[in-house]
């Protein structure tokens, strides 16, 4: 049985730009797993819980880059991995694992991903959603009300004090290392259709 070597398409973008809805579409177009970044935040649980609801979670250093560069390469080359499993509500991993199998497609999504050039190397496409700045406010200020119980007033200081400061700083100069730019208010069917259309078809 030959040997599954997935072709791997990043997906980048500041926050609520649209990258998971993205990469949903491309999941079901190519039946492609997604490896998202989130899981990749480093392991706080030696701190205090409020100590680490104040972390910033929108610069670089919050991932394990080590160990995110270490399981992209291996998706790379064809060999399963054990992705940590992040509990977003104790701000620490859960000490579970998923395990992701190689296929045709493997989507790489998140914030920072294509912030390292070590895993810049590793793809085949690389992608990047803009979109306006007041959007991408609307957007995360309707969804941490929501589905995060967070007051209106705790996401604008957020926002203000380390999103929008860190994306400027850290993301928005990624799009420079994109293959393709597509926009955050766009139509599904049609950024999709657009990161297919230089994507290796298999």
Request: net charge neutral; charged share 30%; glycine share 4%.
């Given at each position: 049985?030959?040997?599954?070597r997935?072709?791997?398409?990043?997906?980048?973008g500041?926050?609520?730009?649209?990258?998971?809805e993205?990469?949903?579409?491309?999941?079901?177009k190519?039946?492609?797993?997604?490896?998202?970044?989130?899981?990749?935040?480093r392991?706080?649980a030696?701190?205090?819980?409020?100590?680490r609801a104040r972390m910033n979670?929108?610069?670089?250093a919050?991932l394990?880059q080590?160990?995110?560069i270490a399981q992209?390469?291996s998706?790379g080359?064809g060999?399963?991995?054990e992705k940590p499993?992040y509990?977003f509500?104790?701000?620490?991993?859960?000490?579970e694992v998923?395990r992701i199998?190689?296929?045709?497609?493997?989507?790489?999504?998140g914030?920072?991903?294509?912030y390292?050039?070590e895993?810049?190397?590793?793809?085949?496409?690389?992608?990047?959603?803009?979109?306006?700045?007041?959007?991408?406010y609307q957007?995360r200020?309707?969804r941490?009300v929501?589905e995060?119980?967070r007051?209106?007033?705790?996401?604008?200081?957020?926002y203000?004090t380390m999103?929008?400061?860190m994306?400027?700083?850290y993301i928005?100069p990624?799009?420079?290392?994109?293959?393709v730019v597509?926009?955050g208010?766009?139509?599904?069917?049609r950024?999709?259709?657009a990161?297919?259309?230089?994507a290796?078809?298999?």
């Amino acid at each position: 049985m030959d040997e599954v070597r997935p072709y791997l398409i990043a997906v980048a973008g500041p926050s609520c730009s649209g990258k998971s809805e993205l990469s949903k579409a491309l999941q079901t177009k190519l039946k492609a797993p997604v490896l998202g970044l989130d899981s990749y935040y480093r392991e706080f649980a030696h701190l205090p819980l409020e100590q680490r609801a104040r972390m910033n979670f929108d610069e670089p250093a919050s991932l394990d880059q080590n160990l995110l560069i270490a399981q992209v390469r291996s998706l790379g080359e064809g060999r399963a991995i054990e992705k940590p499993v992040y509990d977003f509500s104790r701000h620490t991993r859960s000490g579970e694992v998923e395990r992701i199998e190689p296929a045709g497609y493997v989507i790489v999504e998140g914030l920072f991903a294509l912030y390292w050039p070590e895993l810049r190397e590793l793809y085949g496409t690389s992608v990047f959603i803009d979109v306006d700045d007041a959007v991408c406010y609307q957007r995360r200020l309707e969804r941490d009300v929501r589905e995060r119980a967070r007051t209106p007033e705790s996401v604008n200081v957020q926002y203000n004090t380390m999103v929008r400061p860190m994306a400027e700083r850290y993301i928005l100069p990624t799009r420079a290392w994109a293959d393709v730019v597509v926009s955050g208010v766009e139509p599904l069917e049609r950024t999709s259709a657009a990161v297919l259309a230089i994507a290796r078809i298999k």
